[in-house]
């Protein structure tokens, strides 16, 4: 004899362990992201200004006038420019050491970025432990799968229906893949982050060069005859040969990082439920033949 339910349903299921093979997230799509209270300490054991010179230039040019007063034939008077060139001198300090560089904090109260697309790598042999399922349906279930007889009783067919069955058991359930559009995970907050110094080796700039221009200094003199005005426009040139960094560390701490409207694609592969207790069952109809 062999019993068929066309259709089942089990309110709730109760599973002792349950393993997946593989969980694969989509592309992670995160709302805004807030980071609080970010630090960052940096330390070197040595800051060189490698050959570093001033080069200070004076550009100088002279306006003069000269006039005479004759009675009865005018003032006349001649004027003109000068230019004196633009001396210069160099100044050269050698190899300066910077200590006010050998310990930076940089301090940063709240910085937030948003909309924010990330990529998640797949999770492997994961190991979930208990869970309970909920609202579960079967179709073309036979019961059970070699017949079964009973001594003395003969039924030419059987229907019933609305049948429930208080709980029934199953040894494992096997499910190769289980997928959804979008995992909604909320706000993920994650708090008293502490990161791991780290050493860098010595760093080394590029020739640093730079340049300033003061104001325009204009002297007059003015002696009857004879009026001149020197202008003299100061510049300055600082060169280095290179910025050295020498056994430099760094380390940062974050009071709280907080994922607001976290939501991403989701994939279950080689699912398997152990030791399934299955309770409320409901049999709508049920053949006997």
Known sequence: MRATIPQTTAQKAGVTSLSVGQLSIGPVQIGRLSVSDFHV?????????????????VHLSLDWWVGVKIPFDGSPSWSGTIDLGAPDVTLSLGDVQVPALQNLD???????????????????NLSLGTAVAEQIRAQNITVPAQGFAIAGLALAGVRASDISIPAVSVDSVDIGRVHGEALPMGTLSLANIGLPSASVQDVQSDKIVVDGTAQEYVMHCDAGLLRIALHMTPQARGEIDHLALTGLSASASIAAIE????????ELLNLKLSDVGLEQITIPALGVS
């Not at 070197?44 to 001033?54: A, D, G, P, W, Y």
């Not at 709240?110 to 999770?123: H, V």
């Open 106 to 124: 940089i301090d940063i109260e709240q910085l937030t970025a948003g909309p924010i697309a990330a990529t998640a790598s797949p999770l492997t």
């Open 41 to 57: 300490g940096m330390t070197t054991s040595k800051v060189m200004l490698r050959n570093f010179r001033i080069t200070v230039t």
């Open 259 to 266: 994922l607001q409207n976290v939501v991403a694609p989701y």
